[in-house]
């Protein structure tokens, strides 16, 4: 198959095989499907039918599962999906998908297989020399993934950073309705936070940060293993409230968004998300976070699985209101700079064109 000039419309496979549930890699791939719609390229969403990708992609979905990364019995299933479709790209983003997805891409002689690295995690140097053969470029998230690759020695000629961006969430009432319908009191300073409740994520940080003012309270939005245990350790300050399938107006209902991750987040979409709706921020300096949260400009940095650090951030924010604001509006600039969809779309287009001219 010739592969196209650089003007063509692209025929694309987002392949999503093994995402089942509805985190920062599921938004990815429908964000990122919807911003290259946008620009006029003919995309596909593979995912399992049942998923939430699937019931909120704005493209076209062509229902495929996989769970475990060596079911080399469904590698006919893949090479006939591909066949069918006369994909110019085959994109994956998963790690359970990278090995018969992008096989079965490769026996079909797709012109162009990229991944997406979304965790700033090393490789073992066998998984260097497999990816290596697989595809032909890899995207990082941001260049704290990139610089675990090239430590796991990956060349930095076979990636490029391109990194997410999303739509700016739109709520559905005003920021007090929003206040009001969560019992948020006039007065009080709301610190929230938003994900999944495990470890990594650090929420137990936030809930041990006490030595903050009396107005600061703690929302936490979410589910996850850790729920219980946090239960337990919470303050009268902390109210949980569970899974929010839409957060846009809970996230504007808070005064800064807190992400206390202890392990190397990649690029998380909360950040993002918050910026969209003018948030001020408060992050651990970790992973990918410091290149989104721009200390002293649009949040503010702490060193990871520092409480008294999250305390003090969070008591400068709750007695400053000014700063607040001014966070909140750089990140906003910052959003509509850099991190909108389209913005993200012509990242990705830019890496697609670029190596298919090679």
């Known amino acids: 198959m010739a592969r196209p000039a650089p003007s063509d419309r692209l025929k694309i496979a987002q392949v999503g095989s093994s995402l089942f549930d509805w985190g920062g890699i599921e938004r990815y791939v429908a964000y990122l499907s919807q911003g290259l719609a946008a620009r006029g390229h003919d995309v596909d969403v593979w995912c399992p039918a049942e998923s939430p990708?699937?019931?909120?992609?704005?493209?076209?979905?062509?229902?495929?599962?996989?769970?475990?990364?060596?079911?080399?019995?469904?590698?006919?299933?893949?090479?006939?999906?591909?066949?069918?479709?006369?994909?110019?790209?085959?994109?994956?983003?998963?790690?359970?998908?990278?090995?018969?997805?992008?096989?079965?891409?490769?026996?079909?002689?797709?012109?162009?297989?990229?991944?997406t690295r979304h965790?700033?995690?090393?490789?073992?140097?066998?998984?260097?020399?497999?990816?290596?053969?697989?595809?032909?470029h890899i995207i990082p998230v941001s260049d704290a993934v990139e610089r675990r690759l090239h430590e796991s020695g990956v060349p930095a000629s076979r990636m490029t950073v391109a990194k997410a961006g999303c739509e700016p969430l739109r709520p559905k009432v005003g920021r007090e309705a929003a206040r009001e319908a969560l019992g948020i009191a006039e007065g009080d300073f709301a610190a929230g936070v938003f994900g999944r409740l495990v470890k990594e994520k650090g929420v137990d940080v936030l809930l041990r940060a006490q030595s903050v003012p009396d107005h600061v309270r703690y929302e936490v939005f979410g589910?996850?293993?850790?729920?219980?245990?946090?239960?337990?350790?919470?303050?009268?300050?902390?109210?949980?409230?569970?899974?929010?399938?839409?957060?846009?107006d809970a996230m504007n209902a808070m005064d800064a968004i807190v992400l206390p991750s202890v392990w190397e987040e990649a690029f998380p979409y909360a950040a993002l998300e918050a910026m969209s709706l003018g948030r001020a921020l408060v992050a651990s300096r970790i992973g990918g976070l410091p290149e989104v949260v721009v200390d002293g400009e649009t949040g503010l940095l702490f060193d990871p699985g520092s409480s008294p650090m999250l305390a003090s951030c969070l008591t400068r924010l709750a007695g400053d209101a000014d700063l607040v604001a001014r966070l909140g509006a750089a990140g906003l600039a910052s959003h509509r700079a850099?991190?909108?969809?389209?913005?993200?779309?012509?990242?990705?287009?830019?890496?697609?064109?670029?190596?298919?001219?090679?």
């Open 53 to 115: 990708l699937a019931q909120r992609a704005t493209v076209a979905v062509r229902p495929s599962a996989l769970r475990g990364q060596f079911r080399f019995d469904r590698i006919g299933g893949f090479v006939r999906l591909f066949r069918k479709g006369r994909y110019d790209v085959a994109h994956i983003h998963f790690s359970p998908d990278f090995i018969v997805p992008a096989l079965a891409a490769r026996l079909q002689r797709v012109p162009l297989v990229v991944m």
């Open 119 to 136: 965790v700033a995690l090393p490789w073992s140097p066998s998984k260097v020399r497999r990816y290596l053969r697989l595809f032909d």
């Open 223 to 248: 589910e996850g293993p850790e729920l219980d245990s946090l239960r337990r350790e919470a303050g009268p300050r902390t109210t949980f409230r569970g899974f929010v399938p839409d957060v846009a």
């Open 338 to 358: 850099t991190y909108e969809l389209g913005h993200m779309a012509e990242r990705i287009e830019r890496v697609y064109f670029a190596n298919l001219e090679r």
